[in-house]
């Protein structure tokens, strides 16, 4: 659609247009959009259900409704234990994320450049082990919890969710394309291996540890199985967990709750689009 | 790779020791012990006899393990290959848009795929909602009433699914996307010139190019959706479920509603066993595109 074509000579000018403006791909760009517009219909439904719920009328006035809705969602705030829920994923998603990018990122360091016996069996175990059935593990993962007295914890909650081979292959093949001569001038200067990593390898690398970290953070916030299993106790459950077991919402007041439950994560993925995508390609093994 | 001359065993061991013990603490002992379990009749946390292989045997012989087989390979059947074929074609239609309008419909698309599960099942529960939800309007177009559709045991997969569709698409997209940037321009542009249609363009070169990745995303969704749990059970309950059981199901209610560790355990192997197979041909996939 370039505007040189509007004052192309006359005449031979609406043929030219036609063909520069590319009328298939123009119309292909409106389906598009248009399709675009219809699958993100249920979001746009969802909120604006909210404002103005479903047999009940616009009051008319615009701001009344609006008032009406934030009654609304500030009676799911503060009528439900959703801060107590908001914590409770805070705190273990963030665990999981801290925790899975540690672990990963020591063992994929170690397996990229150090050697020791036993490498070779460990990388070849950590793919063997990419596309596990977690969920095939509940019943022996409650087993050691509660023998180890974590069920109704935030610990407990996040341990089993720390299994995440693939962070580590991630980490393997970035840390793998880390210049030689990067290292070796640090090692010339007589840094660690555990300074080496955190001074050199990690911030070289600070993009695919930012992009894991949300990627991570959000499968945790969203995991529903395990924190479901883990916890009975409603003051203590997550928030993906807690909505649905909420006696004291009803009518309209579910959907501003499931609303609010999936606000942070949507809001940091519209924040962080970029790193997300970039996340998922690397970790799906398209590329990297 | 750093191909060290000496091999640097005690340097290397605090690196590899945090992932190792998590790994071994809560991947292989669990794994080991499912395995041991299933040859026995523990319950839930009570650990029980050795009884060989009669869960193994019962397996056969059980109505419901069969049912949540068929079901799932029913519900495998409805998502993955329309998921696979909607990132596709979604794919194409973004890649076709520039800078900002790509941005704003790749993340309309992508939106869903980051919710948690509760905020997707309570949205559509509500536009499915009986009699007047904003989708049964369409529904009564096509069977001319409205159905109760979670409660109407032939309609609740296809619902689960349809629902699962919209939620998980997205994430196909953007592999699809990361897959179509990787084409070459010039092969269109050589297409374009020796008079190839849109038509002609997609089969001889889209097409053969993008397959690989094609088959990565299948296997994906493969193993993917034959994992369903969470969006069925938020729909129809822990209560009566016989008839659209499914084998996670299966597991958590052998397990913790009905306290049979053990054949629990047996149906995890089970599922355990199908998940690795599928891994194996997603890998011998994966390595048949390396070498192209």
């Known amino acids: 659609m370039s505007g040189e074509a509007v004052v192309a000579a006359p005449g031979a000018s609406q043929l030219r247009l036609i063909r520069r403006l590319d009328v298939g791909g123009l119309v292909l760009s409106i389906i598009g959009l248009g399709a675009a517009i219809l699958w993100a219909f249920p979001l746009y439904w969802s909120i604006m259900t909210t404002v103005i719920p479903p047999g009940g009328h616009s009051s008319g006035s615009a701001l009344t ?75 022996n993962h409650f087993f050691l919890m509660n023998a180890l007295h974590l069920i109704n914890t935030w610990l407990g909650v996040i341990l089993p969710q720390l299994i995440a081979p693939v962070a580590v292959i991630v980490y393997k093949q970035f840390f793998d394309s880390v210049p030689k001569e990067l290292r070796e001038a640090a090692l010339l200067d007589g840094a660690g291996h555990w300074s080496l990593l955190f001074r050199v390898f990690l911030p070289v690398n600070w993009g695919v540890t930012a992009a894991l970290a949300i990627i991570v953070f959000i499968g945790a916030w969203n995991a529903f199985l395990w924190p479901f299993l883990a916890v009975t106790e409603e003051p203590l459950m997550n928030i993906s967990v807690g909505i649905t077991q909420a006696q004291e919402i009803f009518g309209v007041g579910e959907l501003a709750g499931a609303i609010l439950t999936g606000l942070p994560v949507a809001l940091v993925y519209l924040i962080f689009q970029r790193k997300v995508t970039d996340a998922i390609i690397v970790s799906a093994g398209i590329k990297g | 790779m750093a191909k060290a001359p000496r091999l640097d065993n005690r340097t290397a061991l605090p690196f590899v020791l945090p992932f190792v013990a998590v790994y071994g603490l809560l991947f292989l002992y669990p794994t080991l012990q499912m395995i041991w379990m299933s040859f026995t009749n523990s319950q839930l946390i009570v650990p029980g006899k050795f009884v060989g292989l009669d869960n193994y045997l019962y397996l056969f012989r059980d109505w419901r393990f069969g049912r949540a087989v068929s079901n799932t390979i029913y519900f495998v059947a409805m998502t993955a290959i329309p998921s696979t074929a909607l990132g596709l074609g979604i794919a194409m239609i973004v890649a076709r848009l520039k800078g900002r309008v790509q941005a704003i419909v790749l993340a309309l698309f992508f939106l869903p795929y980051v919710l948690p599960v509760a905020t997707v099942t309570t949205i559509w529960g509500w536009m499915l909602g009986y009699p007047d939800g904003v989708l049964q309007g369409l529904i009564a177009l096509v069977v001319g009433h409205p159905v109760r559709v979670f409660r109407t045991v032939s309609w609740i997969l296809p619902a689960v699914a349809v629902v699962t569709l919209w939620w998980t698409s997205g994430f196909n997209v953007l592999l699809f996307l990361a897959g179509l940037r990787a084409i070459p321009p010039e092969l269109y542009e050589a297409a374009k010139l020796d008079g190839g249609g849109r038509w002609t363009q997609f089969r001889h070169i889209t097409w053969p190019l993008i397959w690989p990745v094609t088959a990565l995303v299948f296997t994906i969704q493969l193993i993917l959706q034959l994992k369903l749990f969470d969006q069925l059970y938020l729909y129809v309950g822990g209560g009566q479920v016989d008839a659209t059981l499914v084998l996670v199901q299966y597991i958590y209610s052998l397990g913790f509603q009905k306290d049979r560790g053990g054949y629990a355990a047996t149906v995890a192997v089970a599922l355990f066993v199908i998940v690795m197979a599928l891994s194996v041909l997603q890998f011998t996939v994966l390595r048949a595109r390396g070498r192209r």
């Open chain 1, 65 to 139: 409704d609006i008032g009406n809705a934030l009654g609304l969602y500030a009676h799911v705030l503060f009528g439900t234990e959703i801060g107590l829920w908001y914590v409770n994923s805070i705190v273990t998603s963030t665990g999981v994320t801290v925790g899975v990018l540690f672990i990963s990122a020591t063992c994929g360091y170690a397996i990229s450049q150090l050697a020791f016996n036993g490498r070779k069996l460990l990388w070849g175990m950590i793919l063997a082990s990419f596309m596990v059935p977690i969920q095939a593990l509940i019943i």
